[in-house]
Nanobody, 121 residues
């Protein structure tokens, strides 16, 4: 139905930057919201940031405010997470998430497979 192609993870030193990208494709009629979540080892998955397609409204976890920026390209159904001033505690698997209306008419959440971000010296 809907496929999410994530890219951009990797190893970076503390204080460094990375950019994650996620492109949604498939039986999409409308994208309501796109975002990123993360899951560190031994912890629950948590919100990082989301962006609403209709008005560009953004929402950030307190832990990343001022360091991460989320942006979207509605024409390409793409969401980008720019991460600056990375800290070791940002190490996690980052998952793309989209809320879309599909050809079935239903609104559905879809998840990417995740991309690993490791912040270490």
């Amino acid at each position: 139905q809907v496929q999410l192609a994530e890219s951009g993870g990797g190893l970076v030193q503390p204080g460094g930057s990375l950019t994650l990208s996620c492109a949604a494709s498939g039986t999409i009629v409308r994208v309501y919201r796109m975002g990123w979540y993360r899951q560190a080892p031994g912890k629950q998955r948590e919100l990082v940031a989301t962006i609403t397609s209709s008005d560009g409204n953004t929402n950030y976890a307190d832990a990343v405010k001022g360091r991460f920026t989320i942006s979207g390209d509605n024409a390409k159904n793409t969401v980008i997470l720019t991460m600056n001033s990375l800290k070791p505690e940002d190490t996690a698997v980052y998952f793309c998430n989209v809320l879309v209306q599909t050809f079935t008419g239903y609104d559905t959440n879809f998840w990417g497979k995740g991309t690993l971000v490791t912040v270490s010296s």
